[in-house]
């Protein structure tokens, strides 16, 4: 079984950064797809970012120019490097990876979350 653990999430002012990190473990043969989510309260859980193993990545037009996705491959850990950080961006952020595990199947996991508040 595939298991994401989250972390880096905290309380930080507006124009302040962050850096969440996302490690998966298991038996994990490869990871194609890992990405970063988001949920705040009573809204719908959102694409944050995502990052193939080629190389490829895709943003969210909120937070574009300002988060940056990023992969330790040799880890099986992304990484979401957030700057500029405005009140709108406060919720649960929550990573996700997609690949194959060691008994030839897809998996499809998703971490904890991690809260990540935004002070004016």
């Known amino acids: 079984q595939v298991q994401l653990v989250t972390s880096g999430g905290g309380l930080v002012q507006a124009g302040g950064s962050l850096r969440l990190s996302c490690a998966a473990s298991g038996s994990i043969f490869s990871i194609n797809t890992m990405g970063w989510y988001r949920q705040a309260p009573g809204k719908q859980r959102e694409l944050v970012a995502t990052?193939?193993?080629?190389?490829?990545?895709n943003y969210a037009d909120s937070v574009k120019g300002r988060f940056t996705i990023s992969r330790d491959n040799a880890k099986n850990t992304v990484y979401l490097q957030m700057n500029s950080l405005k009140p709108d961006d406060t919720a649960v952020y929550y990573c996700?990876?997609?690949?194959?595990?060691?008994?030839?199947?897809?998996?499809?996991?998703w971490g904890q979350g991690t809260q990540v508040t935004v002070s004016s």
């Open positions: 990052s193939t193993s080629g190389g490829s990545t």
């Open positions: 996700n990876a997609e690949g194959r595990d060691g008994f030839a199947k897809i998996f499809f996991a």
